[in-house]
C-alpha cells in the first residue's frame, strides 16, 4: 500500500500562483504515473494533470494547459503541481494520484492523497 500526503493548498487571488506536493511512502515505485485531479462542489473528481514514470511525459487538462505544469522527484519520492494565473473556477479540491497505471478516469488510480482546498478569490 502506497500512502499520499498532499500540502500547498490554500486561498489566494485570481492571477496569483500556488504549488501542490504530493510525498509518497510505503510500497511505491518510482516507474509508478502520477496524476492530480480537483473535485468541485457537487461533482465527480475531475482529470487535470499526469506525468508517465520517466518523467518525459505529460498530459493536462485543456482548461489548465498553459497555467499548470507537473512534475515529479524520484529521490522524494514526490509530486508537483505548479499552478499559475489562477481564476476562480479553479476552485476546488486538488487530489493527487499514483499507480502502475494512469489515464483521465479516477478509477485507473490505485492511490490517493487526501486532497487539499484551494480557493481562488476573483
Known amino acids: 500500500q502506497v500512502q499520499l500526503v498532499e500540502s500547498g493548498g490554500g486561498l489566494v487571488q485570481a492571477g496569483d500562483s500556488l504549488r501542490l506536493s504530493c510525498a509518497a511512502s510505503?510500497?511505491?515505485?518510482?516507474?509508478?504515473?502520477w496524476g492530480w485531479f480537483r473535485q468541485f462542489p457537487g461533482k465527480e473528481r475531475q482529470f487535470v494533470a499526469a506525468?508517465?514514470?520517466?518523467?518525459?511525459?505529460?498530459n493536462y487538462a485543456e482548461a489548465v494547459k498553459g497555467r499548470f505544469t507537473i512534475s515529479k522527484d524520484n529521490d522524494k519520492k514526490s509530486s508537483y503541481l505548479q499552478m499559475n494565473n489562477l481564476k476562480p473556477e479553479d476552485t476546488a479540491v486538488y487530489y493527487c494520484?499514483?499507480?502502475?497505471?494512469?489515464?483521465?478516469?479516477?478509477?485507473?488510480?490505485?492511490?490517493w492523497g487526501q486532497g487539499t482546498q484551494v480557493t481562488v478569490s476573483s
Open positions: 510505503g510500497r511505491f515505485f518510482n516507474y509508478y504515473i
Open positions: 506525468i508517465s514514470g520517466s518523467g518525459n511525459s505529460t
Open positions: 494520484a499514483t499507480g502502475p497505471r494512469g489515464g483521465t478516469m479516477p478509477s485507473t488510480w490505485q492511490n
